[in-house]
Every structure is written in structure tokens, then in C-alpha cells.
């Protein structure tokens, strides 16, 4: 496992074979908020110098506990939060607002109740002005990528839970981003719908060749994608380590890998990382 601290020059000691698609350099961020009062404003330092890089195919997860800036850190790489200092670099150039190199997957789905799951997943490409027929076959195709091609003319309270994240993730591909921002996307799923999406994950990312930088709480979800992983330490955010996921690229599936000593050892170095006390058994 190979370990590096926010304090070393982060960029310099990976190997430089891999080009980096997203960059994240010494960003800051506060929040102005009312006091308790509601009389006068307070600042809430929530990011303080994040940087690390995520290179070209590479997953890499967030970790870090529940308010320590995660979500405001992908709203920030994709443009649509400002932050007070630092840049956000794709392909070596600093972005400033939203664009179509970058997807973006919720926590919910959140996909549009009156449409169905194909007319849901060409709705980037609708607002592109992508010619009907193309956009048709795009979605289709997509539906096909996430096992989904027989839900093409249901509606979003037909499809459970694990089906709409599905969609959720299909409609991110549709306009092609070379990046994809995941916050928590599988949370809110049963531990089995989670495993199986985890797989489909791997494999729609090895099959489109994107890059990714995915949230999650979980650490046990983190180890398995994840090329590496950043933990953010709280208040204000900040990098506390970058960790090396050695068996990243033959990852058996995750019980298998959950067997490991490799494993465990990771997790155990996490969540002593995130401040836990003691570590439940995974259940
Ligand atoms: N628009 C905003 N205005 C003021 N404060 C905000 C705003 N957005 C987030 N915050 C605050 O910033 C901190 C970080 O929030 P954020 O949502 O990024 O955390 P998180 O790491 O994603 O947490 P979780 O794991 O619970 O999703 C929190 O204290 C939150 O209350
Ligand atoms: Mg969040």
C-alpha cells in the first residue's frame, strides 16, 4: 500500500507514464452562513488546500466523514459552485463553469417523473439539439450498456430503486463526458442491488474508457472501485492521505476480495484515518 500525506508533493511521486484528465489544485471554499442569532454572518471554512489528480481511466473515490465537504468539492469540479481559491484543471486546462466533458450521477436518481426511462436518458442530448433519430439510438444503446433495454417505455415509478440509478448513470453517459462525477449513487440501494451495480460499474468504465471521481461513505465500496482513494479529514476539509488500491484492474469480486489480508489491512488504515474508534465486522 503506498501512502502519501497532503504535505508531499503529491503530483511528483506517481509515476508519470499516465496522463492526468482531472486535476484539483489547492481549492478553498467557505461558506458564508447567518449565526445562531440570524443577526450576523459567520464563515464556515469547509475546503482548505484539496489538491490530488485523477488521471486518465482511473476511479477515485472520496472518502471522508458526513459534512466534511465531499458534495461541495464535485459541485466545484463540475462548475457549478465556485470556489475562492485554487483551479480546477481538465486536460492540463482550467475549467470555470459546467461543460460536457463532465457527468454528473446523484445520490437519487432524480430523473424526471413524466418521461419515460429512453426519453430520460436522451435528455442531455435533447438539450443539445442531437437530431431525434441519433439520440434514439444513443439511448437505446445506453439502456442496452446498463441491462435496461426492455424498461425503454416505463416510467420512472415503475423501475425499483437499483433500476433508476441505473438510468441515472445511463442518462450521465449519454452526452459522452470524458469525466464522470458520482455522489453516494449506490446508497440509498439494498447491499446486493449495491454489488451487483458496483460490477456494472467496472465494466461500463472499462468498456467507455472514463474517468471517475465517485463519493461514497462506504469503505468497503471505495477499496473495491477505487484506483486510489483521497480521505478527506473535517472542518475544514482537507487531503489527510491518498491511498494506492493495490489489486485495482483484477479485482475479483468484492466477498472474494473482502478475504483478503490486503484488504482488510486498507480498511482497517481508513477507518482509523476517518477518526472511528473501533471497526465493526462487515456484516
Ligand atoms: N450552499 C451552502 N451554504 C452554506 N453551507 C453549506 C452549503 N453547502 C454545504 N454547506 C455546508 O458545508 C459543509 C459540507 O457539506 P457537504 O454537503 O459538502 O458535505 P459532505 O461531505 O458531502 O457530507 P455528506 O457525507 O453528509 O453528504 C456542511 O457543513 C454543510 O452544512
Ligand atoms: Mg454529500
Redesign the pocket.
Known amino acids: 500500500m503506498t501512502i502519501m500525506t497532503n504535505d508531499e508533493e503529491i503530483v511528483g511521486t506517481r509515476p508519470a507514464h499516465r496522463r492526468v484528465k482531472l486535476g484539483v489544485r489547492k481549492v478553498s471554499k467557505t461558506?458564508r452562513?447567518r449565526s445562531e442569532d440570524g443577526k450576523t454572518q459567520t464563515h464556515?471554512n469547509?475546503l482548505r488546500d484539496i489538491s490530488f489528480d485523477v488521471e486518465e481511466n482511473e476511479i477515485v473515490s472520496l472518502i471522508?466523514e458526513?459534512?466534511?465537504?465531499?458534495?461541495?468539492?464535485l459541485r466545484i469540479v463540475q462548475g457549478l459552485m465556485r470556489h475562492d481559491a485554487g483551479a480546477i484543471e481538465v486536460d492540463g486546462h482550467a475549467v470555470s463553469g459546467p461543460g460536457r466533458d463532465r457527468g454528473f450521477v446523484f445520490q437519487q436518481a432524480s430523473l424526471l417523473p413524466w418521461r419515460t426511462a429512453q426519453s430520460n436518458v436522451e435528455f442531455g442530448l435533447e438539450i443539445q439539439g442531437v437530431d431525434p433519430k441519433i439520440r434514439a439510438e444513443r439511448a437505446k444503446q445506453l439502456l442496452r450498456l446498463v441491462g435496461l433495454d426492455q424498461a425503454a417505455t416505463r416510467y420512472p415509478h415503475e423501475l425499483s430503486g437499483g433500476m433508476q440509478q441505473r438510468i441515472g448513470l445511463a442518462r450521465a453517459m449519454a452526452i459522452d463526458p470524458s469525466i464522470l462525477l458520482m455522489d453516494?449513487p449506490f446508497s440509498a440501494l439494498d447491499a446486493q442491488t449495491r454489488e451487483v451495480l458496483q460490477r456494472e460499474l467496472l465494466r461500463i468504465q472499462a468498456d467507455a474508457k472514463t474517468t471517475i471521481l465517485f463519493?461514497t461513505?462506504d469503505l468497503d465500496e471505495a477499496i473495491y472501485l477505487s484506483n486510489r482513494i483521497v480521505v478527506l479529514g473535517a472542518r475544514p476539509g482537507r487531503v489527510k492521505e491518498i491511498i494506492d488500491v493495490p489489486f485495482a484492474g483484477e479485482r475479483p469480486d468484492l466477498p472474494v476480495l473482502r478475504g483478503s489480508p490486503e484488504f482488510q489491512e486498507i480498511r482497517q488504515h481508513i477507518w482509523q484515518l476517518i477518526g472511528n474508534q473501533s471497526m465493526p465486522a462487515h456484516t
Not at 458526513?66 to 468539492?73: E, I
Open positions: 461558506f452562513i464556515l469547509v471522508g458526513s459534512g466534511c465537504g465531499k458534495t461541495t468539492l453516494e463519493v461513505h
